[in-house]
């Protein structure tokens, strides 16, 4: 009697130390090397460049690991999303708290970068770009809401340097004033880069969606009016592990968003997405 409750009992535990120790595989981002540049030193250098060469040096920066410690910790999320038959499942996704930025702990700058930039980094690191809808749950779980700040647009100056640096300052100050601690999930302070179907629409363009407000209306619908290689002040890059656990099983964000019943988990479109990512050109 004893052998078979001790049987019955270790087919019962077992499965739940199975799905315990079923975990997200970490972001592959290296560490910050000693010596690297602060943020305040990289946005100097970088002010003169021209696009396709600054977004270059941004590359190069962060893939080298030159980012705050903070975005190598990321949020996990958990949360029961419908898919398209109307479906419940259970999600859990790791999202970056905050939106990439140059520098260390305590010199950093949020860069603003163009698509492909930020795509040959989400692969780099595992990770992948948000959708809408992730971006709208972001904000509803975000622990630091902030009032989107904005530049009255005057010539180009929104697309400069400058103005990322003073847009960052502008953030940190209300931050501190909120009591905002970095690694807490911040929002409402950029709009997001997104993934859509209007990918497939034109494909030498940038989406963007966001910038909530503290009523959570983002500023921002989807927008795909801009040419790839616009960014200004605004943008922010915030990525998210592209591996995420449905339902106690591992899979890939691409995998959801392309499946013609699961995509709706995280999209709010009408159909599955046919490609889940910028294309990079070939260089």
Request: aromatic share 10%; glycine share 6%.
């Amino acid at each position: 009697m004893f052998r078979r409750f001790s049987f019955w009992l270790l087919s019962f535990i077992f499965p739940l130390i199975t799905f315990a120790q079923i975990s997200i595989p970490d972001l592959q981002i290296p560490e910050r090397k000693p010596g690297a540049e602060t943020g305040s030193a990289f946005m100097q250098r970088i002010m003169p460049l021209e696009l396709e060469e600054r977004e270059e040096e941004i590359f190069k920066a962060l893939a080298s690991g030159n980012m705050p410690d903070f975005l190598r910790n990321p949020i996990s999320l958990v949360d029961a999303f419908t898919d398209s038959q109307g479906r419940s499942h259970e999600l859990i996704y790791e999202i970056m708290p905050d939106y990439l930025a140059v520098g260390s702990n305590v010199d950093y700058c949020r860069i603003p970068m163009n698509p492909y930039t930020a795509q040959r980094l989400a692969d780099l690191f595992g990770g992948s770009l948000i959708t809408a809808k992730i971006s709208d749950h972001i904000y509803e779980n975000a622990e630091v809401k902030l009032d989107p700040f904005f530049y009255k647009p005057v010539g180009r100056e929104n697309e400069s340097v400058e103005k990322f640096i003073l847009h960052n300052a502008q953030i940190e100050k209300q931050k501190e004033e909120a009591k905002g601690k970095n690694g807490q999930l911040i929002a409402g302070i950029k709009k997001d880069v997104i993934l859509s179907n209007r990918l497939v629409e034109g494909t030498d363009r940038v989406v963007i969606y966001g910038w909530h407000k503290l009523d959570g209306n983002p500023i921002q619908p989807v927008y795909s009016g801009h040419v790839d290689w616009y960014v200004d002040y605004s943008h922010g890059i915030r990525l998210m592990n592209k591996h995420v656990i449905l339902d106690g099983e591992i899979t890939t964000v691409s995998k959801i968003l392309s499946d013609p019943i699961l995509f709706q988990l995280f999209s709010n479109e009408t159909a599955p997405m046919t490609q889940t990512g910028y294309r990079v050109p070939e260089r």
